[in-house]
């Protein structure tokens, strides 16, 4: 049985999706991309500056929810230049200082909306 999420901290769905979806114990966001929540905006700025807001917005899904990052097992980040890398991954090694989940980088041709770059989360509740 599924549960879908949603909270008006994190952007809403752009397509025919939702935020999030319950399955067992397990969480799956969808991607997230660089919105501010309170604007509909995209962020700004390079490649760290908008993958500071993405894990801004998985942080505010997940709290929504009574998880915190230390609950992913399992993190995508899809980049529109693996040039980025660098910089992305000092921004994620914040947000994931202890205990990092999984992960893959992964570049990509173009994201919604023109981002930089887009991460989606599996969490657990164990």
Same mark, same amino acid.
């Given at each position: 049985m599924k549960k879908i999420i949603s909270t008006e901290n994190a952007p809403a769905a752009i397509g025919p999706y939702s935020q999030g979806v319950w399955a067992g114990d397990f969480?799956?966001?969808?991607?997230?991309? $660089?919105i501010d929540p309170k604007t509909g905006s995209l962020v700004e700025g390079d490649a760290?500056?908008?993958?500071?807001?993405?894990?801004?917005?998985?942080?505010?899904?997940?709290?929504?929810?009574?998880?915190?990052?230390?609950?992913?097992?399992?993190a995508t980040v899809f980049s529109t230049d693996m040039g980025t890398f660098a910089a992305v991954n000092e921004v994620y090694g914040r947000?994931?200082?202890?205990?990092?989940?999984?992960?893959?980088?992964?570049?990509?041709?173009?994201? $919604?909306?023109?981002?930089?770059?887009?991460?989606?989360?599996?969490?657990?509740?164990?």
């Open positions: 969480l799956f966001l969808s991607g997230q991309i $660089p760290a500056a908008q993958a500071e807001q993405v894990l801004k917005n998985i942080t505010a899904l997940l709290e929504s929810q009574g998880l915190t990052l230390r609950h992913v097992v399992k947000f994931f200082s202890e205990e990092p989940p999984a992960r893959s980088f992964v570049e990509v041709s173009a994201l $919604p909306k023109g981002a930089l770059v887009e991460i989606e989360v599996v969490a657990s509740r164990q």
